[in-house]
C-alpha cells in the first residue's frame, strides 16, 4: 500500500496545476471537437499500468507475491472506448467527488470495474 501512495504522491506532485474532477467532467461534455480528455484517460491508464509492471518486476526481484489488489487488471480485448465510458459514467455518477484530482477520479473508476484479485 506504501508503494502505491508513494505513486499517486509522484502523479500529484509532478505539477502545480492538477485538472480536477469538476475540469475533466466539463471538458469531457462541452468539448465535442476536441478528443484530448480521452489523452488524458489513456495516460492515466497506461501510468498504472507502468506501475503494476513495476510492482511485478521488483517482486520477483525480491522473490515475493506481487500487491496488485490496486492495481487495474484489463479484461482481454479491452477496448480504450469502455474505459472511457467507465470515467464518464463515474463523474458523472459522482458529482459531490468532483472536486478531487481528476487522476484520481479516473484511477477511483476503474478500480470499481477492474480491480486486481487479491
Known amino acids: 500500500m506504501k508503494n502505491i501512495m508513494f505513486a499517486l504522491m509522484l502523479m500529484f506532485s509532478s505539477s502545480s496545476y492538477a ?18 480528455w480521452m489523452y488524458y484517460i489513456m495516460g492515466v491508464i497506461d501510468g498504472q499500468g507502468f506501475y503494476k509492471a513495476a510492482e511485478i518486476g521488483q517482486a520477483e526481484v525480491e522473490k515475493r507475491k506481487p500487491h496488485t489488489i490496486s492495481y ?19 463523474l458523472a455518477s459522482n458529482p459531490e467527488q468532483r472536486h478531487e484530482h481528476a487522476v484520481l477520479l479516473i484511477y477511483k473508476s476503474m478500480l470499481d470495474v477492474w480491480r486486481c484479485p487479491t
Open 19 to 36: 485538472m480536477t474532477g469538476n475540469e475533466l467532467h466539463n471538458w469531457i461534455n462541452e468539448d465535442s471537437a476536441n478528443k484530448g
Open 72 to 90: 487495474l487488471c484489463l479484461p482481454e480485448g479491452y477496448k480504450h472506448g469502455q474505459g472511457f465510458d467507465v470515467v464518464k459514467k463515474y
